[in-house]
């Protein structure tokens, strides 16, 4: 069964409009123009091969529909034209023979079991397509939250990912990086938001220079030298006669200076007392209290200091040219400021040590700044790796936030593929079990065929449309089976005089598709090939009584009836089991409200349906079970009531027609013996009301509806009223004629 319509960009239907709450019988009512024809061209194209589909309908959709088990039958407009006005001759129709009862009797009970089987079928469609929607839900949402995670990276601007247009692909990209490994465990939004800055937000230069290694190890061995020393206690001769003296005076310094002169002058001027004469015997012990041992240690101190003070130097401005060009967090500027503070203090130990050889003296060597050497360094490797390594860096960036995405992903789509292998084990077994209903189904069909052959027979139809053409009041001409080869009956329309070989061209509008209708009806009851495969029906009728009488449009009414009457066992189904479904479409008011009318058998599955029209788009809307449609008189008081509420001039001329017409309806249904004049009789003349009240009775006389509604007289009257004094006048009248009636239509 059609559960589902989809229009869109074909006709009217500019925008999509969804028909949903679709029915065993399905009445639309509209004006003509508002679109429902377009509905059943559509069902009929749906009937059509895919070369014969016309190619206006191919945004629209219908869902529900099984061509291999169900065909759709439209009457419409084109109905006549394609097998009336084309052909001269029609397909003969075949209906059962009901001589054979036997026969007959086993086709009914075996297409109980296909009615059953499609019962079950359909069930089984129904179940299939609703837990399909909830896995494709399921889906939907899966795709929908590991999109979302993407969102994260809507700042990374530098970097692209894959799929940004589509969710489907996303989602399969991310199951390509799964399963997790535990590396990708650690993998956080932090520290990859981290990394996209490094990578793009500072700008970077290759550094060609680093801090020298080489002299920082040059003075590491420079430092190992010194230390030894200046944790010695370098001491004199105390054994010669003048060292207890010196030591005693502290003045060992003085006495060395003093020496050395000598020695580097020559000269035999004492530098103590200034005598010209140098006392060899003071000479000697002065020599042999600055041994040999003691002058080499202080000559090796001497040599490290200036070697260290030249080293350290060139180290010192080989940190100063690095500042230049690397200087994160002013990391190299405080190195240079610490190292020149302990070049500063090591020379001054080394320069106490040489006073004071005797003192043990600690030493801070340079090794106290490898660790912020070794930083340095490695941050400016680290910089030009970067800049080297850039593209590659990137693509490992893009690569983690798949890893990321995934990582973050993963339970979601665990989740997701459970319940996906739990529906598939479920959609596993019900197809089948519909297989197997597919087979009895086709077993059954064979059987009815076999039965079929034996008693089709096309003069009951022909019989059938003769009698309805004859009880209606058509008797001038008839319906006649031609004579059939190779198992092909024919139908040919023939007058009595037989004068006309083409008699459909000479039939009225009324009775040509008074006669197409008769052919459409007798064609839903059978079948225009016996040996067709017997399908279930989807019957569209558009509007069938164009051009039809009452008592023709009340025939058709009654046949409808007959099709859409339910089951005694279940009213909810068809009496007739071949069909399965009925779309009635119409604008003629007086038909709808018959053929839709709640008091006939008529299946209770069924819905009501408005089609309308505004601004040149088409809208449908659906209005439930029971029919929405007042007739003419109904809605004339709807109008005035409506009305009412506007309190507005401008509508003057149209409440007073309105009020002539209920009046006069009126009048003319309940037979009033008077003249509706009497109802002014209580007036007095010079009431303000009484004029009003006079036009409006005045409209219902035969001269007055000679003139047009809008005459002088009229117009003067009513146009330049107060809405209020023409709904005193009209209720005054009513008072006379129907208070209660009144009251109630009012209510």
């Known amino acids: 069964m059609i559960d589902k319509i989809e229009l ?19 009445f639309f009512f509209g004006s003509n123009g508002s679109g429902k024809s377009t509905i059943a061209k559509l069902l009929y194209n749906q009937s059509l091969s895919d070369v014969e589909k016309d190619n206006k309908f191919e945004q629209c959709k219908i869902s529900g529909f099984n061509l291999k088990n169900d065909e759709i039958l439209v009457f419409d407009e084109k109905y006549v034209e394609r097998n009336f006005i084309s052909n001269k001759e029609l397909s003969g129709l075949f209906t059962l023979n009901e001589e054979n009862k036997d026969i007959d009797d086993k086709i009914r009970t075996n297409q109980k079991e296909l009615n059953k089987l499609d019962n079950y079928l359909e069930n089984f469609s129904k179940r299939e397509r609703k837990i399909k929607k909830a896995l494709n839900d399921k889906h939907e949402e899966l795709k929908r939250n590991c999109w979302w995670e993407r969102n994260s990276f809507d700042t990374f601007y530098e970097i692209e990912l894959e ?24 993998l956080s939004l932090e ?57 005693a005076l502290g003045i060992r310094k003085w006495v060395e200076e003093g020496r050395n002169f000598v020695l580097d002058e020559k000269k035999n001027i004492c530098p103590f007392c200034q005598s010209e004469t140098y006392d060899d015997n003071l000479k000697q012990s002065f020599e042999e209290y600055f041994n040999k041992t003691y002058q080499e240690k ?9 070697a260290y003070l030249i080293t350290f130097n060139q180290l010192l401005e080989n940190i100063i040219q690095v500042s230049k060009v690397y200087n994160k967090d002013n990391q190299t500027t405080d190195l240079h400021t610490e190292c020149s503070n302990l070049l500063a203090d090591n020379i ?38 970067k800049i080297e390594d850039f593209q590659k860096n990137k693509e490992q960036l893009i690569e983690d936030i798949w890893n990321y995405l995934a990582k973050e992903s993963v339970n979601e789509i665990k989740e997701y593929d459970n319940y996906n292998s739990r529906i598939t084990k479920i959609l596993l077994q019900l197809n089948t079990l519909s297989s197997h209903f597919e087979n009895s189904k086709k077993t059954i069909k064979d059987k009815v065929e076999k039965l079929k052959s034996k008693t089709v027979s096309t003069d009951k139809a022909v019989k059938a449309i003769n009698g309805i053409l004859k009880s209606s009041g058509f008797d001038n001409f008839e319906i006649e089976e031609k004579e059939t080869s190779n198992n092909i009956s024919r139908y040919i329309l023939k007058r009595e005089n ?37 399908k279930k029906r989807i019957v569209v009728i558009d509007d069938p009584v164009s051009s039809l009488d009452s008592q023709v449009l009340f025939v058709v009414s009654t046949l409808i009836h007959s099709l859409i009457k339910y089951s005694e066992t279940d009213k909810n189904q068809f009496k007739n089991s071949t069909i399965k479904q009925v779309f009635i479409l119409s604008h003629n008011l007086y038909f709808y409200k018959e053929v839709s009318f709640k008091q006939r058998p008529i299946c209770r599955n069924k819905a009501h349906f408005s089609v309308s029209k505004f601004n040149g788009i088409s809208n449908i809307e659906h209005k439930g079970v029971d029919t929405f449609v007042h007739n003419d008189y109904m809605l004339l008081w709807k109008s005035i009531k409506e009305l009412k509420e506007t309190n507005n001039k401008v509508f003057n001329i149209t409440i007073g027609n309105s009020m002539r017409r209920i009046i006069e309806s009126y009048v003319n249904f309940i037979g009033l013996g008077k003249s509706p004049w009497d109802s002014l009789k209580s007036l007095d003349v010079s009431d303000p009301i009484y004029p009003i009240c006079s036009s409006l009775i005045s409209e219902i006389n035969d001269v007055s509806h000679k003139s047009l509604p809008f005459d002088d007289l009229y117009y003067q009257r009513i146009v330049n009223e107060e809405p209020d004094k023409l709904y005193s006048a009209f209720q005054k009248i009513f008072k006379s004629i129907g208070e209660e009636h009144y009251k109630m239509m009012m209510n």
């Open 498 to 534: 037989n004068s006309e070989q083409d008699v459909f061209k000479t039939l009225s509008e009324g009775e040509k598709n008074f006669i197409a209708f008769l052919y459409f009806y007798q064609l839903v009851l059978g079948t225009d090939d016996k040996d067709s495969e017997l």
């Open 8 to 26: 869109k960009e074909t006709n009217t239907y500019i925008q999509k409009v969804e028909v949903n709450n679709l029915a065993k019988v399905n």
């Open 348 to 385: 001054k130990k080394l320069e106490r040590k040489l006073e004071y050889s005797n003192e043990i003296i600690e030493f801070f060597d340079i090794y106290n700044f490898d660790l912020e050497l070794d930083i340095i360094n490695d941050e400016i490797e680290d910089n030009n790796e």
């Open 163 to 186: 799929y940004s247009r589509n969710k489907e692909n996303h989602l399969r990209n991310i199951r390509n990086y799964l399963p997790i490994d535990k590396s990708d465990e650690e």
């Open 191 to 247: 520290s990859l938001s981290a990394r996209y800055k490094d990578l793009f937000e500072i700008k970077r230069e290759k550094i060609d220079i680093k801090i020298s290694s080489d002299l920082f190890k040059k003075l590491g061995k420079l430092e190992n030298d010194i230390i030894p020393l200046m944790e010695e206690v370098i001491t004199t001769n105390k054994e010669v006669n003048i060292a207890e003296l010196i030591d």
């Open 298 to 306: 202080i000559n090796k101190i001497k040599s490290l200091k200036e």
